[in-house]
């Protein structure tokens, strides 16, 4: 476990920003949350109860459309629940525009909005084995939702009373983890891709093609692939014009040939240090991820990222509703309100993540809409593909297995 | 008589009394090891028989799939073994002269000598491990300098069996200069004087009087580091690059990657298997013939 203790230590220095991606290998770990909190008993009641029971009236919010400046293209909805005074929030750390809750706050008269953080997604999952916290809204990753749903820990979404969902990108809807939308509202998004020293390269590679012949060529001995076999396989696959997440015995044996190929001519696996070895020079080419280029890789002048043409994976955050959720009504509000095109546009111009809110996309500050780390282009959007939990696959262990054990042999 | 019939209860009572004070000074160690050793040992055992959840993780079963598996992956095993091996060795090469020296040579500032071997402990493992980075790297480390020494075009000690061997033998070093230290502080002067008296050279007076002496002490310092490096994980993580593929790695790709809990138990189970059938082997093999001398295993 040292290297997770690592994986946080370093993520403490760097901000929390840093591996948010890193943290999503861990789903399995949800087990044995799950034995741990069954041994604990139900020991933690929600400790708002006491303060949930029904408020007065929050004086004359009756619903946002009378008092919300037109901020939106969709329809506001004029909804006749009660909204409730206050709202419970457990997300991630700074991963909500203050501006926003303040707005939200006068907007529908929440007067107690309370933000707790955890730090992975199992911190989360642990919550709710114990109980919940009496918590309303979190924001898990994905490929965690159908586990929540799985144990009934979250709610089906009354989609009538969030009309800005029509605002989020078709892209991330229908997808494996929720394949009705029932459940979960994409709220940020980000990608697996390739990241490169422009300068000590002789190209700068546009797809996994590319990629691969480089490796083998000017960037044999420079190249680092985060160590995380979901990750790993995409390139592969999708250079073969596969799904990332196939289980296809043909098309995992043809993937195999090329990563064997590939295994000899890197420097290392690596999902910590990946970045310092890019700064340093000793490497000029990873398969990674977008959150070291602002770390590690900061000072770093000709550092680029390519979200490959022949396709990658995404990791998305979500919004879900709790069950038992104390204070549905502000609940709902909350969730149709970050959706609102200029509201979503700026949280991304404050968390620095992609949003999957198609309308807010153009209103994001063009320095950071610009950025290919955080938001891929409209093009590369068709690309992508929602990443899925393919682990249990054994020939897929196999294969990562034997690729470990060839890393620099040659 | 009175006095005997007076005596009998009393006895009695203080050895009830101390047997439960026995128990009570016991009682913490015995739940320490049963609940942080014994339990999650039986834990792993009884995983190691079941299947990977659908989601990941442990469901019961009865198989013994994952034994075959952990048999037949067993290069992860086989190289663990060999670094390993070879670290004890270049342990012991590095702390017998150096224990030899604080035992026997040093007469002032021993205590600070030995207080100089603890203090790295004060550092975490971790980055001490991170500062090997630096020393071996290509910039201002030894790769740098040898490449700037010997004019090669291109010097790599991070990310080889090498850099995973120093630090291996870095790490661990302590844990076989203590022992050694012990023993051979411990020695008995006067028998290597007795034995120069006789006539033995340096050489054979070391062979046949100090290595003896300082057996036990080596015995125990290559348990202590031997076990640690079969499972080591960090060292190969971050000064192999992820190239050298151990059993820790081997561990942690089951768990974390595969998320097969049952696969890894029964790696983990199959490791501890060997290891004791190894160590118990060769404290035998140390011991034969020498009954009546102890050689103590802590």
Known sequence: ?410 | MSTIRRARPAARRSSVRGRLLTTVLVLPAAAWYAILLISPLVIVTIFSFGVRAKNGGYAPAFVFDNYARAIQKSEPFVLSLEMAVAGTIGCLLVALPLAYFIATRVRRRKGLLVLLLVIPFWTSFLIRTYAWLLILGPDLGLAGRLQALTGADKVQILGTPIAVMIGLIYGYLPLMIFPLYVTLERMDRTLIEASKDLGAGRWATFRQITLPVALPGFVTGSILVFIPMMGEYVIPQILGYGRTYLMGNALVTDFLEARNWPQGSARAVFLIIVMIVTIAGYVWFVNRGRSTRDVSVL
């Not at chain 1, 037109?70 to 009660?82: G, I, K, N, V, W």
């Not at chain 1, 043909?250 to 690596?270: K, V």
């Open chain 1, 1 to 410: 476990m040292a290297e997770r203790d690592l994986d946080q230590a370093l993520q403490r220095m760097g901000g929390a920003r840093m591996s948010r991606r890193g943290f999503l290998y861990l789903a399995g770990l949800s087990s044995a949350a799950a034995a741990l909190a069954a041994c604990a008993g139900s020991s933690a009641s929600p400790s708002t109860a006491a303060s949930v029971a029904p408020s007065a009236a929050a004086p004359s919010v009756g619903g946002g459309a009378s008092v919300a400046p037109s901020l939106s293209a969709a329809p506001t909805a004029a909804p006749s629940y009660e909204i409730e005074k206050q709202l419970y929030m457990y997300n991630w750390a700074e991963y909500i525009s203050p501006k926003n809750i303040d707005e939200f706050k006068k907007r529908y008269g929440v007067t107690k909005f309370q933000y707790d953080v955890y730090d992975n997604n199992d911190a989360l999952l642990a919550k709710l084995q114990a109980g919940g916290g009496g918590y309303d809204i979190a924001s898990p990753t994905a490929e965690y939702v159908p586990g929540m749903v799985e144990q009934g820990f979250v709610q089906k979404l009354d989609k009538s009373r969030i009309p800005t969902l029509a605002n989020i990108d078709p892209t991330f809807q229908k997808q494996w983890w929720d394949p009705n939308d029932e459940y979960l509202i994409p709220k940020d998004y980000g990608t697996t891709g390739i990241l490169y020293r422009s300068t000590l390269l002789p190209s700068i590679p546009a797809s996994w093609k590319d990629f691969y012949d480089l490796v083998k060529g000017p960037a044999s001995g420079k190249t680092v692939f985060v160590d995380s076999m979901g990750d790993v396989f995409v390139f592969p696959l999708k250079m073969l014009g596969f799904s990332a997440n196939s289980v296809d015995k043909g098309e995992l044996d043809q993937a195999r040939t090329i990563l064997l190929e590939i295994a000899p001519h890197l420097l290392a696996l690596d999902s910590n240090t990946y970045g310092t070895k890019m700064a340093k020079g000793e490497a000029s080419l990873s398969l990674g991820w977008t959150g070291v280029l602002e770390q590690q890789m900061s000072k770093v002048a000709d550092k680029g990222y390519v979200v490959p043409s022949d396709g990658t994976i995404y990791w998305l955050d979500t919004w879900v509703l709790l069950k038992d959720a104390p204070n549905p009504n502000a609940a709902y509000a909350w969730l149709n309100f970050i959706q609102e095109p200029a509201i979503q546009a700026e949280e991304s111009d404050y968390n620095l993540y992609a949003t999957p809110n198609a309308k807010a996309r153009p209103l994001v500050d063009a320095k950071i809409l610009n950025n290919q780390a955080i938001f891929p282009t409209e093009a590369e959007l068709k690309n992508l593909e929602g990443s899925k939990d393919t682990s249990g696959n054994s020939q897929r262990t196999d294969i990562y297995e034997e690729f470990k054990q060839n890393i620099g042999k040659g």
